[in-house]
């Protein structure tokens, strides 16, 4: 063949493709979350084979080796005991609660380790909504972004350098700021769940914190997995707000809604591989039909091609270490 242009040329030995390399995934890219739990024992999680809801000493640990890896950040999911959840879900802003604890001691561990904290309701209401539920069910949007308030502020006064709102109410950026700022927190961050679909891939989540709602769905405040124009509407909400930080959650099957708000703001984009999409390849390897660290990598350097600048993922400990 009388070929000129022979794309093959930039891919025929290691050294040209670093050289051509668009995209690399670093440890500095990953987010490691984590579960706790009261009490001074791990339990390792079912459906997250790997993964554990630890006590406070060993979180500390499992968060030093992360960091230690390069790991820049630890994202907390606590396990509230069933006695301590209310419909008023008050022990989200308790001081001496589990959370505050934990960021205290990690903070006093690992002062260079970010810790981001979730803010929503559900570990923490007897009813596993992330909104505070009325008599008719409904879930009441003002009321609940006052109590997340005043989370946030219990989180920052421990020390948490990232506040993270995964409840998706209305408004919530805002009023975070704003509660932040008056208290003299200007330098927390928000990162907000901007475009946080009603997923099918939480599953595995729920289970392991005990966390889904006792009735109902999640459909009137989580995002409907079939829109995209409506996630840039709340990306344009969010930046205006005050956000500083984007996520789109789940990833891996909505790569092209982080391409869409990568195009849209000029803010960095968070993406959540969740429970579900790291599930599906723990399943595959465990069969012996999967390389996993290989898939891992793969699934992760799409989610970066996508444009996500950081990436929330249970493999960040596992993929750092081979990185
Ligand atoms: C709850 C929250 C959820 C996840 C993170 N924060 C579950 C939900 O919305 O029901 C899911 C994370 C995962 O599946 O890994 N506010």
């Known amino acids: 063949m009388n070929l000129s242009i022979r794309p093959r040329r930039n891919r025929q030995s290691p050294a040209i493709r670093d050289m051509v390399r668009e995209t690399v995934l670093t440890p500095g890219n990953l987010i490691y979350p984590l579960f706790l739990q009261e009490g001074d024992e791990n339990t390792p999680i079912s459906a997250m084979p790997g993964c554990q809801r630890w006590c406070l000493a060993d979180l500390v640990q499992e968060a030093g080796e992360a960091h230690a890896l390069g790991i820049p950040g630890v994202v907390l999911f606590p396990r509230i005991p069933d006695e301590l959840k209310t419909p008023g879900a008050e022990e989200c802003y308790n001081d001496d ?67 993270a709102p995964s409840d998706m109410m209305d408004g919530r950026v805002a009023a975070l700021r704003a ?44 995002m409907d997995p079939a829109n995209t124009i409506e996630a840039l509407r709340e990306a344009a909400l969010d930046e205006s707000e005050g956000a500083d930080i984007l996520m789109v959650k789940p990833a891996g099957p909505y790569l092209d809604i982080i391409a869409r708000i990568r195009d849209a703001s000029t803010l960095p984009i968070a993406a959540y591989q969740v429970s579900g999409e790291y599930l599906m390849i723990k399943a595959g390897a465990a069969a012996g039909w999967l390389d996993e660290d290989k898939v891992a990598m793969e699934s992760l350097l799409g989610i970066r091609r996508a444009g996500a600048n950081m990436i929330l993922t249970y493999f960040a400990k596992k993929i750092a270490a081979v990185l």
């Open 179 to 222: 509660a932040l700022d008056h208290a003299d927190f200007t330098q927390v961050s928000i990162m907000s769940y901007t475009a946080k679909y009603a997923s099918a891939y939480y599953g595995p989540f729920r289970g392991a914190l005990d966390s889904a709602p006792k009735a109902g769905d999640k459909k009137t405040y989580q």
């Open 97 to 163: 609660g589990l959370v505050p604890r934990a960021i205290r001691a990690l903070k006093a561990a690992h002062p260079t380790l970010m810790v981001i904290t979730d803010v929503a309701l559900d570990p923490y209401n007897s009813d596993g909504h992330d909104g505070l539920v009325a008599a008719d069910g409904r879930i009441l949007n003002d009321e609940t972004v006052a109590v997340l308030c005043q989370q946030a502020l219990c989180h920052a006064r421990a020390g948490a350098d990232i506040v």
